[in-house]
């Protein structure tokens, strides 16, 4: 008897909903499981059926890192909460200079969620991972009833290798040291706002999340000294920069005319009233390294598809104080300070 | 991007600044208040200030909308929520305002309240309809700029029979603004030398509601554009006025303000709201004839009507220097809990809270600007 047979009627994955016995642990439960899940991540851990998926590591140093998705809408240009939820732990991952080995994902659905936009979600979920080599491993699903949740919330954890010889830490900014970027930046929050029904606002922009550790293998290959790497993603590039500066306790220069910025983006923060400094991004990276090696990063960077724009936008300098400073486009100077609160567009 | 990239030119800058620089006269000083937080905000980003000579000074002004609106309005608003449950939407600026009691909306909205953060007056109005249920009112804030929406938002109301909908009016007028710190002479007062009129608000009212100010208080105006290069550019005709001892409105937005301003506008306001015999100002305190409130003709979509609340007095908190900074008597950093205990994370005063707040501003870019003590 195959698993398939204990239930009496497939899953109506046209015109079914997410209802309480799916996070019931019954017959309902391991059907949603079967045949949706199992399905579509279909892998040899997985289908060992435990509560823990059993596998054996590679030798070196294990980094695990762990992130909640929450995005609204669900779906948007570019990408869905399913392919968000991969690249954002692989990247979490990957900004070690690790190699991604493995993936948790834990679902967190609303009573009533269409079964079909779950299917949609779980298929690019599956995508995302097969694409980025890694395996989604274990999981688990919970339902919560009608109106105490959003649909669906993703939590993803991975695990990874760091590679020997390798010693990336957001800690490790000297001054002297050399900033890039592998691209344009704000896309994805500027291509998410441009979802929301309430802003009514329509433009081409796609997302850019993006699986990075290939670019990051590139990259440690090119340059094994890279001092940091980190990805901007929630509060954007000027948070991030905050960040790299604060923990190293250096301060940091940047020169507003050599972040890439696409003409679009810019045009929409303009009508936003905000700065693409502070948009989110879900495929940048942000990389420090010694200035005599910043060439041959950029240029393996350059040599990766999702690098092809990168740019040198700064250096690191001393500063006790930890400001990041931007040389305005206008030829003034300002402070890119941390992000504050949500980012607001400004009233009149 | 079009039409935008040519205002913020680098090439043009420097030659504004040199222009600046050979004719400011080195025996005097140039006090130029800019009445709007988007000069404000243009001043601070664009680092405008770095490129003006040593003896020109920019003094900011309370054109700030979120900054000039006072606690016990906020309080009121809370009250509502409170005591009647109704939804209440307002722009995010003012979600971060305190209140009283250290209270913001974003605390009340924590706490329970229905407080929404709407982009347009027109997400109130599809609230009102998707939600027959609730009782939607709208804070609506703002100078003559974000007047005529809230206008025409009340007039649709009024159309479509939205009995759910209501307005919480406390938009407020420039030109009192403007006579209210310019009548704080002596040595209560600020000293100026000229005032950067507003952009938007000017769009809306024209150039001619400035008259008074060359005519009673002997100082130039000129309407400034918000964009970098229009700030440098009535800079410096600011500065010719000065030395010329002119005294005159000049227009340096003339590709958006004209003299008698935006007929359609003004006779959509005319129609629908009434001028306040008096309206609490945060920093100035009560001004007559400042604000608007909504006509008799529309009481019944007027929010203060249907949900009437009490509100306790409010005290600004302590040591707080918003008032003399709205005036422009105090820079922010010569405010005691400046950076100390208030930022923009935790916001004790209102100038802290909008980007277009003088404290925001400072903060932000707070390596680069020196107390001068100029303004005083």
Same mark, same amino acid.
């Given at each position: 008897m195959t698993a398939r047979s204990r239930f009496s009627a497939r899953l109506d994955l046209e015109n079914g909903r997410v209802d309480m016995s799916h996070g019931a642990g019954g017959r309902a439960m391991a059907q949603l499981i079967d045949e949706l899940f199992k399905q579509a991540l279909d892998n040899e851990w997985l289908s060992q059926g435990n509560d823990q998926a059993l596998f054996s590591v590679p030798p070196g140093r294990l980094v695990m890192s762990t992130d909640a998705h929450v995005v609204s809408p669900l779906f948007f240009p570019g990408g869905d909460i399913g392919s968000l939820a991969v690249h954002g732990t692989v990247n979490d991952v990957a900004m070690s200079g690790a190699r991604p080995l493995h993936l948790a994902a834990s679902f967190i659905l609303e009573e009533g969620f269409p079964l079909a936009d779950l299917a949609r979600i779980v298929a690019s979920l599956a995508q995302a991972a097969r694409e980025a080599g890694v395996a989604v491993v274990t999981g688990d699903t919970k339902v919560v009833e009608r109106g105490k949740g959003d649909g669906v919330f993703i939590t993803t954890t991975g695990i990874g290798v760091v590679p020997e010889g390798i010693a990336i830490s957001g800690d490790r900014a000297r001054p002297g040291d050399v900033i890039l970027i592998n691209g344009h930046i704000g896309d994805h929050g500027i291509a998410i706002l441009s979802q929301r029904e309430n802003l009514g606002f329509e433009t081409a922009i796609q997302s850019d999340s993006a699986a990075l550790h290939g670019l990051v293998a590139d990259m440690i290959a090119a340059v094994p000294d890279i001092h940091c790497l980190r990805d901007p993603t929630r509060g954007g590039l000027a948070t991030t920069l905050n960040e790299l500066a604060q923990q190293s306790g250096v301060g940091m220069r940047v020169r507003e005319t050599d972040i890439p910025v696409r003409e679009a983006v810019s045009a929409a923060c303009e009508l936003l009233g905000l700065d693409p400094a502070y948009v989110a991004n879900e495929g940048k990276l942000v990389a420090i390294c010694p200035a005599d090696r910043a060439e041959t990063l950029l240029a393996a960077m350059r040599a990766h598809p999702l690098g092809a724009q990168s740019a040198i936008i700064g250096e690191v300098v001393e500063d006790p104080l930890g400001f990041v400073q931007m040389q305005t486009r206008f030829g003034g100077e300002r402070l890119l300070d941390w992000l504050t609160g949500e980012q607001l567009p400004r009233i009149c | 991007m079009k039409y935008v990239d040519e205002f913020r030119d680098q090439q043009l800058a420097r030659q504004l600044a040199a222009a600046i620089a050979a004719e400011v006269d080195p025996a005097r000083q140039y006090r130029l208040m800019e009445f709007c937080g988007g000069h404000t905000h243009a001043i601070f980003r664009y680092g405008v200030q770095q490129l003006m000579p040593p003896n020109l000074r920019f003094v900011h002004g309370p054109g700030c909308p979120v900054c000039v609106l006072p606690m016990a309005r906020l309080d009121q608003a809370m009250a509502m929520t409170r005591e009647h449950g109704v939804t209440l939407c307002t722009y995010g600026d003012l979600m971060r305002v305190p209140a009283s009691g250290r209270q913001t909306l974003l605390k009340a909205k924590a706490a329970g309240a229905d407080v929404r953060m709407i982009y347009s007056t027109q997400d109130v109005l599809r609230i009102a309809r998707d939600e027959p249920e609730r009782q939607?009112?709208?804070?609506?804030? @703002?100078?003559?700029? =974000? =007047? %005529?929406?809230? #206008?025409? #938002?009340?007039?649709? #109301? *009024?159309?479509? @029979?939205?009995?759910?909908?209501?307005?919480?009016?406390?938009?407020?007028? =420039?030109? %009192?603004?403007? *006579?209210?710190?310019?009548?704080?002479? @002596? %040595?209560?007062g600020v000293r100026l030398d000229g005032i950067l009129g507003p952009s938007h608000v000017s769009t809306v009212i024209g150039t001619r509601p400035y008259a008074f100010v060359p005519r009673e208080f002997g100082l130039p105006v000129v309407i400034a554009g918000f964009e970098p290069l229009d700030v440098m550019q009535s800079a410096l005709m600011l500065v010719r006025q000065i030395n010329d001892g002119r005294r005159e409105v000049e227009n340096q937005y003339s590709r958006a303000v004209g003299e008698v301003g935006n007929a359609r506008a003004l006779e959509l306001m005319a129609r629908v709201f009434v001028t306040r015999p008096s309206f609490e100002w945060r920093g100035l305190g009560f001004l007559p004839e400042s604000a608007l409130a909504l006509a008799d003709d529309y009481a019944d979509l007027d929010a203060e009507r249907r949900f009437p609340v009490t509100v306790e007095a409010s005290h600004e908190i302590k040591g707080c220097e918003c008032p003399a900074i709205l005036r422009g008597l105090k820079e922010p950093t010569e405010c005691k809990l400046f950076g100390a205990v208030c930022t923009p994370d935790n916001p004790m005063g209102a100038c802290m809270v909008s980007s277009e707040g003088a404290c925001a501003a400072y903060w932000s870019h707070r390596t680069h600007m020196p107390s001068s003590g100029l303004n005083r």
């Open positions: - | 939607v009112v709208f804070m609506a804030i @703002g100078f003559e700029t =974000t =007047t %005529p929406p809230t #206008a025409v #938002a009340i007039l649709q #109301a *009024r159309a479509e @029979g939205l009995k759910n909908l209501s307005f919480l009016c406390n938009h407020v007028l =420039t030109p %009192p603004a403007l *006579r209210a710190i310019l009548s704080l002479a @002596g %040595p209560e």
